[in-house]
């Protein structure tokens, strides 16, 4: 089955400086990987995802690259905020599995002023 | 205003005593799911629900049952609750375009359940 390996597990940064989060995954029939960012004592909320077909997708400050060939991906945030802070996930999901997200482990940000 | 909730939001209780967490959401989906969250494992797929009398099991499912007889309900069942299911568990929710060739992916997570079975 499928197996998403997440790094960092703890990540600080500066106010202002970027964070690097990265995923790999297992299955090459995978084909969604959306990006989750779960705040102190909620559910985990969407924040970005992508397809297989397409290679980077942005929106404002957070982007998400793609790498089918290495099995990579990585989500970037510029210009870290100190509400950034939370734990963020990886996941991905297969053609054949569709509704079966197999997450990482997480990655606990936080961003200091 | 769209959203998926479960009830209770915490929960305190002793190996065997059958329990039952509920899920609804109100965005008419036809996907649910429930997944469980432990410290450095990430999220774990427990059962999940394609549409009303449809199920299937994750990856966890040991231990647990669910039932599907409404759309926006989807309520997740410990018969005999053990010490190994205290967890933070979470209910979500996606559109699933049955008969569309472009299903809908982004799933809708509730607040959340934190269980411990003493």
């Known amino acids: 089955g499928e197996n998403v390996e997440q790094h960092p597990s703890t990540l600080s940064v500066q106010e202002g400086d970027s964070a690097v989060i990265k995923c790999t995954y297992s299955d090459s029939a995978s084909n969604y990987f959306p990006w989750y960012k779960q705040e102190l004592g909620k559910g985990p909320q969407l924040i970005i995802d992508?397809?297989?077909?397409?290679g980077e997708k942005k929106d404002q400050r957070i982007a998400v690259t793609l790498n089918k060939t290495a099995k990579h991906f990585s989500l970037h945030i510029t210009e870290t905020q100190p509400e950034d802070s939370a734990v963020y996930f990886c996941?991905?999901?297969?053609?054949?599995?569709?509704?079966?997200?197999?997450f990482g482990a997480g990655t606990q940000v936080v961003v200091t002023p | 205003e769209a959203q998926v909730t479960q009830n209770p939001r915490y929960l305190i209780t002793v190996t065997g005593k059958k329990l039952t967490v509920t899920c609804s959401q109100n965005m008419n989906h036809e996907y649910m799911s429930w997944y469980r969250q432990d410290p450095g494992l990430g999220l774990r797929q427990i059962y999940y629900s394609m549409n009303v009398e449809v199920t299937d099991k994750g990856d966890v499912p040991e231990g647990y049952k669910v039932s599907r007889k409404e759309k926006r309900n989807f309520p997740l069942i410990l018969e005999s609750p053990s010490p190994n299911q205290t967890s933070l568990y979470f209910c979500?929710?996606?559109?699933?375009?049955?008969?569309?060739?472009?299903?809908?992916?982004?799933?809708?997570f509730g607040p959340g359940t934190r269980l411990t079975v003493l």
């Open positions: 992508i397809r297989s077909n397409v």
């Open positions: 996941a991905s999901m297969t053609t054949d599995s569709w509704g079966k997200l197999q």
């Open positions: 979500a929710s996606s559109l699933y375009g049955a008969g569309s060739s472009i299903p809908t992916d982004t799933q809708y």
